[in-house]
């Protein structure tokens, strides 16, 4: 650095010379100019001192501002607020708070340093307390505590602080937006995200990537996913973090494929991903059971990206591979892990454990989870399913027994809905809300309407020394059936539901919410720790059997002894004669009369006195949809392939097109080569299909004394994917 001949220096040169070697972190000149001030006395001037103070404190050498400012004879609160600011900015903020105690005086600069300083290092308490005590507020005091509750995930005083505003005739700016919007989506309120996108529009705060970006993310995490894609594709520009909310928020409804498609053409458009995009990428893989679409995407990351995989990318793996039932590779996997393996990698492993019912794997991995999470009761109840499932019922009561000795306690389930913008809560067993009379009615409504289409409980997922009654009323009030029974209560018929839960959903809500689903008639999206699960008409985007409700119109004879029933019970006798156990083609397989909504009609016809009725009423049916994995049993086998049966249906034929290949059929079973070992196919073994299509075909006019039983409805499957076919295949 070199000073010019006849260049007129004065203090405000100075301080820009000082501001600019700090924010360069340019040590040496720092302190050459440092020199050049004193030497041309400018060593005490007060705006020199304040530059001086932030020159050094970007250096990384606060002791030196602070003993600048001690040697002030009359520091300003300028002064005073570029070292509290610097303080802040390297997290010092008990220096900050001690210099903020000392100052003489306080503006809202101060007020304002100090909140965002408590806020951004997670003492939010302390924050609003300072926020509390300030005399004034503007815009920036608002929206730091704001900021602060929404990091937090204290979102509901966000939202709360939030009004607190608006009667406070402060307006909010886009910086504001982002935090409501991240603690609108924490909450899953979708009520209250519409009102504030609205207030966007009304008050035409302009969207900018970051304020877009938000909006997508925040419409994905309450549930409405075609929202969110809308508001994407409207946003002009796009960066990394507008496409990685997107592919995230896809993958987590379980659109795998889009979001592998919007990560496709985010890549065509020049955008390069980063460590987010690459566990939505994984996450969209894992949901479709992309094992070799997911590995590319792995490796890529590192040899075309330069991005080196941290354990959640390893999570994604380990998920995607055990679910697919390629157990031994997660396993390797987790033991080239560069860092120790956390509880999550530990209990994903031991989840696809229980999916492929792999004791051996599941007990090493229930070691190594319990010496990271030695009090979490999920983790016993895993393995503890996992031995149920296996009938290894002594060392089922080994577990219950360890989790009483050691005073292991369920980690509260809590539950909650948005109904008129105001989001309850409910706890597993909770009394306290106001209608709780109401809601147990509910509950009490949808246990009886469960049993008429065939529900059992599965009492097998509590581990409470209990009865069999008590285990299915513990099931009957987890939290998220409480939400949804106050949802039912207290919305329009048929509208959608939607719930956020702390927890995962238990596979007993799982399976009780595809059929509620079906019988109130409602879209029910259920979002817990891992991803949303969608349930419309009875049918789940995941695995599971579609069940959904058909409205028909029949007319019917009722002889006069049958009367003596009740003209409603003797109706739903004779549909049932007529209709339970039926296929209806183009429909399904009829399980159960569900209701009778319009009976009209009672005319007597001459003769008999029989009385002529004509209802309306609806059938629960039975049809999965193509692309569904199922599970079932091998009936049978022969040269033509396997007939599969799921119990109540039998007519699934699985070709010897859609077996894997190379397949081969000797001594009356069917074997896979894997690479030179024969993997066999066993009469009675579970095994996992996916439905190819469903074909209803014409009734022959007349069959042979010898051929097989007419089947109105054929499910042809395929087991051609990876983690398909027997279970004994993949553990």
């Not at 980063?274 to 893989?285: D, K, P, R």
């Not at 979490?376 to 996992?386: A, E, K, Q, R």
């Not at 939607?498 to 008639?521: G, M, P, Q, S, T």
């Amino acid at each position: 650095m070199r000073l010019r001949e006849g260049v007129f220096v004065d203090s405000f040169s100075l301080s820009l010379a000082l501001q600019a070697c700090g924010r360069s972190v340019d040590d040496r000149s720092g302190k050459r100019v440092h020199t050049l001030a004193v030497k041309l006395g400018f060593g005490l001037d007060l705006f020199v001192q304040t530059a001086l103070i932030e020159m050094y404190a970007k250096l990384g050498t606060v002791e030196a501002a602070r003993n600048i400012l001690d040697e002030m004879v009359q520091p300003d609160i300028v002064s005073y607020n570029v070292l509290l600011a610097e303080y802040v900015r390297v997290g010092e903020i008990d220096l900050a708070r001690r210099l903020f105690d000392e100052m003489p005086a306080r503006d809202v600069v101060s007020w304002n340093t100090m909140i965002h300083g408590h806020a951004t290092c997670g003492n939010v308490g302390a924050a609003r307390k300072l926020f509390d005590m300030s005399c004034e507020r503007d815009l920036v005091s608002w929206s730091s505590m704001i900021a602060g509750y929404a990091r937090s995930r204290q979102s509901n005083e966000a939202l709360m602080l939030f009004h607190d505003m608006q009667l406070a005739n402060v307006r909010p700016d886009g910086v504001t937006m982002v935090s409501i919007l991240s603690a609108c989506g924490d909450m899953g309120a979708l009520g209250m995200g519409n009102i504030v996108y609205e207030y966007i529009e009304r008050n035409k705060i302009e969207v900018d990537v970051k304020l877009g970006t938000s909006l997508v993310d925040m419409y994905a995490k309450c549930g409405d996913i075609d929202r969110s894609l809308e508001i994407f594709n409207k946003m002009g520009v796009k960066d990394v973090l507008s496409w990685s909310a997107m592919i995230m928020g896809l993958a987590n409804h379980g659109f795998g494929e889009l979001a592998l498609d919007h990560f496709s053409k985010m890549v065509s458009e020049g955008i390069i991903p980063n460590e987010i995009t690459f566990v939505g990428a994984l996450s969209a893989c894992s949901h479709v059971g992309l094992v070799d679409r997911g590995w590319k995407y792995f490796t890529s990351m590192t040899d075309i990206y330069g991005i080196t995989p941290k354990i959640e990318h390893y999570g994604c793996m380990i998920d995607l591979l055990g679910r697919t039932g390629h157990l031994k590779e997660a396993r390797e996997l987790i033991r080239n892990m560069p860092f120790p393996p956390d509880a999550i990698v530990w209990r994903t492993l031991l989840s696809a454990c229980r999916i492929h019912k792999n004791v051996e794997l599941a007990e090493e991995a229930t070691v190594n989870l319990l010496e990271l999470e030695p009090h979490v009761d999920g983790n016993y109840v895993l393995l503890s399913n996992i031995y149920t499932q296996n009938k290894k019922w002594d060392d089922v009561a080994s577990v219950r027994r360890r989790m009483r000795d050691e005073s292991i306690h369920k980690i509260p389930g809590s539950s909650s809905i948005e109904i008129d913008n105001v989001v309850y809560e409910f706890i597993a067993g909770d009394r306290s809300h106001p209608r709780s009379r109401e809601i147990y009615e509910m509950l009490a409504e949808m246990a009886g309407r469960l049993k008429l289409v065939g529900y059992k409980p599965l009492v097998s997922l509590v581990l409470q020394d209990m009865n069999e009654q008590a285990k299915e009323h513990g099931l009957a009030c987890h939290s998220e059936k409480l939400a949804l029974a106050f949802g039912l209560l207290s919305t329009a018929p048929r509208s959608q539901i939607c719930i956020v839960k702390n927890l995962r959903v238990c596979e007993d809500c799982h399976l009780a919410f595809k059929l509620l689903a079906v019988i109130y008639e409602r879209k029910i999206i259920v979002r817990d720790r891992t991803r949303f699960h969608h349930f419309s008409g009875g049918s789940s985007l995941e695995e599971g059997l579609m069940f959904y409700l058909s409205k028909i119109e029949h007319t019917l004879r009722l002889p006069p002894h049958l009367l003596d029933r009740g003209l409603d019970q003797a109706i739903k006798g004779e549909l049932e004669t007529l209709f339970l156990d039926k296929v209806i083609a183009k429909l399904g397989l009829c399980v159960s009369v569900y209701d009778i909504t319009n009976i009209t009609g009672g005319f007597i016809s001459p003769g008999d006195g029989a009385s002529t009725f004509t209802a309306e009423f609806r059938l629960i049916m039975f049809r999965p949809f193509v692309g569904e994995i199922l599970s079932g049993e091998v009936e049978e086998s022969d040269a033509n392939g396997l007939r599969l049966s799921l119990g109540f249906f039998k007519d699934i034929m699985l070709p010897v097109h859609l077996l894997p290949n190379p397949s081969k059929f000797a001594d009356g079973r069917w074997t896979w080569d894997y690479g030179g070992v024969e993997l066999p196919i066993e009469k009675e073994e579970e095994i996992r299909f996916r439905v190819h299509s469903i074909n209803y075909p014409p009734i022959p006019v007349e069959q042979d004394k010898d051929a097989k039983p007419f089947a109105p409805m054929v499910i042809t499957a395929s087991i051609d994917y990876d983690g398909l076919g027997p279970t004994s295949w993949w553990v």
